[in-house]
């Protein structure tokens, strides 16, 4: 029951910053655990962070750790990804994904995921 759009995604430099955001429909974006997935060519997709329904548990990849913050905004019904210090092994097509779940650690099962944004970083 839950529409996702990603933006924010674009052309940055190595060293910069980029903040993703995923807006989703529906009234009960609040039920749902949120993750982060990314997927560069020639690769398989991968985990990069994900947070509970209330917004209390938070995990990340072990590659993004003290670089990326996923937070969300349930009054908003918007989930964002704060990426700093992007190196151009971050580049890849960025996805938004939800999962009933309330409590998604690192393996939930997503059942709804947005169209993804591109993120390229140059050096």
């Known amino acids: 029951q839950v529409r996702l759009v990603e933006s924010g995604g674009g052309l940055v430099q190595a060293g910069g910053s980029l903040r993703l955001s995923c807006a989703a429909s529906?009234?009960?974006?609040?039920?749902?655990?949120m993750g982060w997935f990314r997927q560069a060519p020639g690769k398989e997709r991968d985990f990069v962070a994900s947070?509970?329904?209330?917004?209390?548990?938070?995990w990340r990849a072990e590659s993004v750790k003290g670089r990326f913050t996923i937070s969300r905004d349930n009054g908003n019904n918007t989930v964002y990804l704060q990426m700093n210090n992007l190196k151009p092994d971050d580049t890849a097509v960025y996805y938004c994904?939800?999962?009933?779940?309330?409590?998604?650690?690192?393996?939930?099962?997503?059942?709804?995921w947005g169209q993804g944004t591109q993120v390229t970083v140059s050096s």
């Open positions: 529906g009234r009960t974006f609040s039920s749902y655990g």
């Open positions: 994904a939800a999962t009933p779940r309330i409590w998604p650690g690192t393996v939930g099962g997503y059942d709804y």
């Open positions: 947070i509970s329904s209330s917004g209390s548990g938070v």
